[in-house]
């Protein structure tokens, strides 16, 4: 008898559920897109540039066919839908300085070799960079005496 009885209320619980008029559902916001975090940027920045080592130097060059140091940067980052300028020294000039300590993957590192010279920060202390003529993209350490001794900075470019 007492489970008769759960049953029935029960079902009458069900019944009230299913005659109740429709309530009104609310619609959510629309969702604005924000631009990808830095990190997930820089990982982008970091993976292709990994992608590209054994790649040629070509002065001048910004594809694949080919790299200068600020070519492999400007190509790199297009590809991952950041607009930089071309040559190392308005990469420099243009991005947010970054203490060495605080370099994340894909910020750029900076020498005077003599010449301005740039590279993508993998972590770790490597990076990645189109070293000269007659050589192909490679990675290296920053703590090499001669990338110690060229040291210029580190740089950022953030989504807009």
């Avoid at 489970?3 to 005659?19: F, N, Q, T």
């Avoid at 920045?45 to 080592?53: D, E, F, K, Y």
């Avoid at 005077?112 to 990675?139: K, M, N, Q």
């Amino acid at each position: 008898m007492r489970a008769a009885g759960l049953v029935l209320i029960g079902s009458s619980l069900l019944a009230a559920c299913a005659s109740a008029p429709p309530r009104p559902v609310a619609v959510p916001e629309p969702v604005i897109a924000l631009a990808p975090p830095a990190q997930a940027v820089g990982a982008r920045v970091a993976a292709l540039a990994r992608t590209l080592v054994g790649t040629p130097y070509r002065y001048g060059g910004d594809s694949p066919s080919g790299f200068d140091c600020s070519g492999l940067v400007y190509y790199v980052y297009r590809e991952a839908g950041l607009a930089v300028p071309r040559t190392a020294a308005e990469q420099r000039a243009s991005a947010h300085r970054v203490a060495e300590d605080t370099l994340e993957p894909g910020d750029l590192v900076f020498f005077y070799t003599p010449e301005d010279h740039v590279g993508i920060y993998l972590g770790g202390g490597e990076f990645v960079h189109a070293p000269a003529t007659g050589r192909s993209v490679e990675r290296a350490r920053l703590d090499t005496p001669f990338f110690i001794l060229g040291f210029a900075g580190g740089g950022r470019f953030t989504a807009p």
